[in-house]
C-alpha cells in the first residue's frame, strides 16, 4: 500500500505564527515511512545544526537534525511503520518553533511547547497581579504618610498594622527551596547600576586597574571549576551584569535566568572562544525545551553527558 501526503509547515514565535516555513512530504510504502523535509523563510542569524521532533502517533521522538544555513535546509529519513497523524516540530533559538501537522492529526496531543507557551501565559498573568499588588501598597503607603502628617500616633499604629496584614509592604523572602518558573518572576525586576559593581570598584582601587577586562573579572569575583576541569568561570549574580555589553545587560529579566539564580543563589560567566553565561540546573528534556525558548542554547556537565537528573548548566554566548 501506498500513501503520500504533504504537510506545510509553519514558523511560530513565542506562540505566534509568522509565516510559511516550507513543508514535509511523508510517503509511506508497506511497512517503512520516508520523510522529506524542506525549511525555508527562517530568519538568517539562526544558524546550525538543530534536532528534528516528531509525533509517531503514540509519544514523541526526537531523531537527527537538520542544518539551517541562511534561512534554509533539507532534511531526509526513514522510520519503520507506517507514520499517520504526525506532527512535527524543530525547536530554534530565540523563541523559534518550526511546526507541521498532518490534516488528521488529533490536536490533543502531549505537546511540552504547548506546556511551555500555558507557563508563559501564567507568568505574564501573574506579572500583572504583582503590579497592581504594587500600586496597592504605594497607595497604602500614601495613607500611612498621610496619617502621620496628621500626628495622629494611634491612626498611624492601625494603618501600618493593616499594611503587614495584607502584605502589601512586606517582601517575601527567598527560599532555600527550588521554586517553581510562576514564583520566581514574581520576585521584584533585578536592576542593573550604570556603576561597576562594588566588589569590582574596591577591587580596582587597591589593585589597580588591569588592562584585560577579563582578568580584572577573575581578580574581583569568586572563581569556580564547573566541569571539574582547568577552564575557570567566575561566579556573578545579575545585579553585575552591568560588566556586560549593554545588549545583555537585559538578560537580568530572564525568566529562565532568574528561574535557576533564586534556585541556585548564582549564575556563572566563562571564557573559552568566546564568552559564556551559565544558569545552573539539572538537565531534563522539557527543561532543556524551556533553556532554548529563553535563549540558553547549550549544556555542559562534569560527565560530559547530558543525561536526566544530571547538574550542570545551561549556556548562552554573551559579549563584554
Not at 569590582?200 to 564547573?226: R, S
Not at 547549550?298 to 554573551?318: D, H, I, M, N, T
Amino acid at each position: 500500500m501506498y500513501q503520500k501526503e504533504i504537510i506545510y509547515m509553519g514558523l511560530h514565535k513565542n506562540g505566534s505564527r509568522l509565516g510559511s516555513a516550507g513543508f514535509l512530504k511523508v510517503e509511506n510504502r508497506d511497512r517503512e515511512s520516508s520523510l522529506y523535509l524542506k525549511v525555508k523563510n527562517i530568519p538568517h542569524s539562526i544558524n546550525g545544526r538543530f534536532p528534528v521532533r516528531f509525533y509517531n502517533g503514540t509519544d514523541w521522538r526526537e531523531v537527527d537534525g537538520i542544518s539551517l544555513q541562511e534561512g534554509s535546509g533539507l532534511w531526509e529519513a526513514r522510520e519503520l511503520g507506517l507514520l499517520k497523524q504526525l506532527r512535527l516540530q524543530i525547536i530554534l533559538p530565540g523563541g523559534y518553533l518550526i511546526e507541521g501537522i498532518s490534516k488528521g492529526a488529533e490536536q490533543k496531543i502531549h505537546d511540552p511547547m504547548k506546556e511551555i507557551e500555558q507557563e508563559e501565559k501564567k507568568i505574564k498573568e501573574q506579572e500583572n497581579v504583582g503590579k497592581e499588588e504594587n500600586v496597592s501598597a504605594e497607595g497604602n503607603v500614601s495613607a500611612e504618610e498621610n496619617v502621620k502628617a496628621k500626628g495622629n500616633a494611634k491612626e498611624e499604629e492601625t494603618c501600618v498594622s493593616q499594611i503587614a496584614e495584607s502584605g502589601g509592604a512586606e517582601r517575601i523572602p527567598v527560599q532555600k527551596q527550588r521554586r517553581s518558573m510562576q514564583e520566581t518572576v514574581t520576585e521584584a525586576p533585578v536592576m542593573v547600576s550604570e556603576e561597576l559593581p562594588q566588589p569590582m570598584a574596591d577591587k580596582m582601587q587597591v589593585n589597580g586597574v588591569k588592562e584585560d577586562k577579563w582578568e580584572q573579572i577573575l581578580d574581583t569575583y569568586d572563581q569556580i571549576h564547573p566541569y571539574g576541569d582547568e577552564r575557570v568561570y567566575v561566579k556573578l549574580e545579575p545585579k553585575d551584569f552591568v560588566i556586560l555589553q549593554a545588549k545583555y545587560q537585559q538578560l537580568v529579566n530572564n525568566s529562565f535566568l532568574l528561574h535557576g539564580f533564586y534556585n541556585y543563589r548564582y549564575v556563572i560567566l566563562g571564557k573559552e572562544n568566546d564568552y559564556y553565561l551559565g544558569v545552573p540546573g539539572v538537565f531534563y528534556e522539557r527543561e532543556k525545551m524551556v533553556a532554548l525558548m529563553f535563549g540558553f542554547e547549550a549544556f555542559e556537565c562534569q560527565s560530559g553527558e547530558a543525561k536526566p537528573g544530571e547538574f550542570g548548566y545551561y549556556l548562552r554566548r554573551v559579549e563584554l
